[in-house]
């Protein structure tokens, strides 16, 4: 039972490091991104205070109080000179001294940036570890996410001057900058989304389910590929018309979101082909009798000309094993042809 426990506390905190990230991804602004560090970083730590310390192209002094919240620190904070002896110096990623303090620093070698937590009670041995993880990663989020915020505003100062210099002379060639901007955008977002669906596409995919399934294999958490097929789509097209079969795609789309979790990873590998990763210690059963379930559910609501089937592989990744995520969707690929096989004889 304790074990459990704790396997099921692992995965509850990578889920909400992996929610950190997705959200860091999306802030343009650092006052925002501080926030989140610091609530996220507290709740996850128990700590009752923090200080950030960053040097570099970018430099920061931020305090967190016990409840995450970030307020601008100087030399006279408590833990100030802890986090700039750690600063550039040789020595290991992670230091304790004492049993309430840790100090994290990244690189682990010639440290730009540290954090100082502390706790009201002794740290844990049991507890070291978990901690030492969970703070190197949020700090390494934090300090990727706050050196893209000051690039990308010291981008936007710069071409906000030269624009204000040309903006007279200018003003069709900045429009057509904007309609190019604007064209660009749609073919990123086209590049990594399935159109049809609105899911992601293969490269959608292997974007954001590379992610995960690294950090997944470095927390030794359980994961799942699955491979869905959509059956007798060829037929329908055929008989139905490709209308028809667009149609069955979409809605085999909305059954198999509906089947998993919204920070699962799902998308259509094209034509009639589905791929997910999902974050779960459960057997793959678990996700497969869900997916069963809603299919017959969607099945009884509206009469429409065909039945929607879904021939279903799933594959646990070995959280020990050094195989790429490309194998496990293979294997997927290879246990729904068997499944699919089973129910043609």
């Not at 929610?19 to 999306?26: A, D, I, N, P, V």
């Amino acid at each position: 039972m304790a074990q459990a426990s704790a396997r099921m506390r692992e995965i509850q905190q990578l889920q909400a490091l992996l929610t950190m990230s997705r959200e860091l991804m999306q802030v343009d602004d650092a006052t925002a991104a501080v926030a989140l560090t610091g609530r996220t970083m507290l709740e996850l730590s128990e700590g009752n205070g923090a200080l950030l310390l960053v040097r570099g192209d970018i430099s920061e002094s931020i305090g967190f109080d016990r409840s995450g919240r970030p307020y601008a620190a100087d030399s006279t904070h408590g833990w100030h000179r802890l986090a700039l002896e750690r600063l550039g110096h040789e020595a290991d990623g992670v230091s304790m001294p004492s049993p309430r303090t840790m100090v994290v620093g990244v690189p682990m070698q010639q440290a730009m940036a540290v954090l100082v937590v502390g706790w009201e009670d002794d740290t844990r041995s049991e507890t070291w570890s978990e901690r030492r993880r969970i703070l190197e990663t949020i700090l390494e989020l934090t300090v990727a996410t706050l050196g893209r915020i000051s690039t990308r505003s010291s981008l936007e100062g710069l071409v906000s001057t030269q624009y204000e210099q040309m903006a007279s002379t200018a003003q069709a060639h900045a429009d057509e900058l904007a309609r190019r901007d604007e064209t660009e955008g749609e073919i990123r977002a086209l590049a990594l989304i399935d159109v049809l669906t609105g899911l992601n596409n293969r490269r959608g995919f292997f974007v954001q389910a590379e992610h995960m399934f690294k950090l997944a294999q470095r927390n030794r958490t359980g994961s799942l590929v699955i491979y869905a097929d959509i059956d007798d789509l060829k037929l329908v097209n055929d008989q139905l018309g490709h209308e028809t079969g667009d149609r069955m795609i979409r809605e085999a789309a909305d059954v198999l979101r509906e089947s998993l979790r919204d920070t699962d990873v799902l998308a259509r590998f094209g034509g009639d082909e589905f791929v997910a990763f999902a974050l779960d210690d459960a057997h793959p059963r678990v996700i497969l009798t869900r997916l069963k379930e809603n299919l017959g559910a969607f099945n009884l609501m509206q009469e429409r000309p065909y039945r929607l089937s879904i021939s279903i592989g799933a594959v646990r990744c070995n959280p020990g094993g050094e195989a790429p995520l490309l194998d496990y969707v293979r294997l997927a690929d290879r246990e729904m042809y068997l499944h699919k096989r089973r129910c043609l004889h």
